[in-house]
């Protein structure tokens, strides 16, 4: 008889379960089948433990026993909100990181996963940014705290790997965005807080008034698209360096095309007015995607308006149960 080669059981535990990317996992995972025969998921919530915390993230693990951990836990916000509060992004997200870090090595985790952000690469610097470049100088200065806060986390996995051999790493992602997002008009991400502004405006009948000049250029990535790469880095990505997770840098595109894209999909045709008075923050964060394709030569990504249509008529389908 030939022997049955047993399934390896996997128990993964997401951080900010219930956040954008968090979501966008747990879909995959349930709504599209993505969870292969012996994985467990368990999405949490800043309800299940304050992991600001070490002994109540502490208690979490052991109670859960994970063997896998993707952490997506964190305090973000947008360009303004960073603005105000550079050192609570500071505080929250390094407690955080390394008390979630510290609580895998503990109960044994193989693997940890976490996200990272472009906006933690240097402000000075040569495009296109890559993986080898986060430490090479001071990032933006509009958002320090978290920036400083979230590459504390590559130092972290590779002081575990030297001292520990641990597989823990990070995954970069360009910016993000789909249902589920924060769509605070104050404190959100640009492309959610377009599409809530251009909602409003279009309800009001008033001109639509974007932040800036329009003319900073962002790398886009669907939610969805993040969530199925996340599957791939849990899975099958080995290294403990970070790896840039986005399209290409052919498909950068400006502040001004992506509110041209909202407008489109919400079908706003009144006037847009661009509020130079107010900061555009970092002008470019042209990432490589090249050892993304280097791993994953056919990868593909849901196309920019597409992905800009879905996520505007999830918001209006779902608008009173929103984060906004």
């Keep these: 008889m030939e022997s049955v080669q047993s399934v390896e059981r996997m128990r993964v535990v997401v951080t900010g379960g219930s956040g954008l990317v968090g979501k966008a996992i747990e879909h995959v995972v349930k709504e599209e089948g993505g969870a292969k025969e012996g994985e467990e998921w368990i999405f949490l919530s800043s309800k299940d433990a304050d992991l600001m915390d070490f002994r109540a993230t502490q208690a979490l693990f052991q109670r859960l026993q994970p063997t896998h951990v993707i952490h997506l836990a964190a305090m973000v916000g947008g360009l303004f ?88 790493t ?23 807080g377009l599409i809530h502004k251009t909602y409003l405006a279009k309800e009001e009948g008033s001109p639509l008034t974007v932040w800036g000049s ?9 939610s969805l698209d993040l969530a199925r790469l996340f599957l791939w880095v849990l899975r099958e990505y080995d290294e403990v360096e970070p790896i840039i997770l986005s399209v290409g840098e052919e498909d950068e595109v400006s502040i001004k095309d992506a509110a041209e894209a909202v407008t489109e999909a919400l079908d706003f045709r009144g ?34 308006k597409t992905a800009v249509k879905e996520t505007c008529d999830w918001f209006v389908s779902n608008y009173d149960f929103a984060r906004k």
Excluded at 184 to 191: F, K, P
């Design 214 to 222: 329009g003319n900073p250029r962002r790398q886009f990535i669907y």
């Design 271 to 304: 006037d847009i007015v661009y509020d130079t008075s107010k900061a555009d923050g970092q002008f470019k964060k042209t990432a490589s995607n090249a050892k993304l394709c280097s791993y994953l030569p056919d990868v593909t990504f849901t196309p920019f």
């Design 170 to 192: 990070a995954v970069i992602p360009t910016n993000v965005f789909g249902p589920h997002d924060n769509f605070s008009i104050e404190d959100g991400h640009v492309l959610p």
């Design 81 to 168: 909100r960073n603005m105000r509060l550079n050192l609570d992004f500071w505080r929250c997200n390094i407690y955080i990181n390394d008390n979630v870090l510290q609580a895998a090595h503990h109960v044994g985790v193989q693997k940890v996963v976490s996200c990272l952000s472009t906006c933690i690469f240097p402000d000075n610097t040569t495009y296109p940014i890559t993986e080898k470049m986060i430490h090479n100088g001071p990032p933006h200065d509009s958002n320090f705290g978290y920036s400083y806060a979230k590459r504390m986390i590559d130092v972290n996995n590779r002081a575990y790997f030297q001292q520990f051999g641990h597989r823990y």
